[in-house]
């Protein structure tokens, strides 16, 4: 409906996107749910409202592509776009692009048939190398899983607080 709200990489993402004629849809897993940062145990399942979003999207509105469709997220919304790599049904997303997920657990691997993307802030406080680790696990199995290094960024792709062009 509108409500809610995003963070700088989805918002400057999904400008980029509608820019270029692609549609897109953005959910706010916390609207109007009472949850601070720290009750991370309380955080919504927001790979589901994901999928959930989809379905609805490709049902309402046919003239959507359901074979040129993409799930992305920043932080915990990495960590979720992560789960889509280890759901009981696959979505079939065209991709998956996972910014600063902590990768800190992750499944083990099952053909995909979709590509990932992974972008760490080498500087993060969540170990890139986690991440790296589980890409390389994928690539074993011949999945198309690719990490991206963003040099001396931090968790939110900031250089020491400077304000830096984005992408």
């Not at 696959?90 to 590509?115: D, K, M, Q």
Request: some cysteine.
């Amino acid at each position: 409906g509108g409500k809610g709200q995003t963070d700088v990489y989805s918002t400057r993402l999904m400008q980029a996107a509608i820019d270029k004629g692609f549609a897109v849809a953005s959910l706010d897993a916390f609207y109007e749910k009472i949850i601070t940062p720290s009750d991370k145990t309380r955080f919504p399942l927001s790979s589901v409202y994901a999928e959930q979003l989809r379905s609805e999207l490709l049902t309402r509105y046919p003239q959507l592509d359901p074979y040129n469709t993409f799930y992305t997220g920043f932080s915990y919304g990495a960590d979720m776009a992560m789960n889509q790599l280890a759901a009981r049904s696959l979505t079939p997303w065209t991709g998956v692009a996972i910014a600063e997920a902590s990768c800190n657990t992750f499944h083990e691997p099952r053909p995909l048939p979709y590509p990932v993307l992974i972008i760490k802030g080498s500087e993060s406080h969540y170990y890139p190398r986690a991440c790296q680790i589980a890409a390389e696990m994928h690539q074993k199995i011949g999945n198309q899983v690719e990490v991206v290094m963003l040099e001396k960024a931090n968790h939110h792709f900031s250089l020491k607080g400077e304000i830096v062009p984005g992408l």
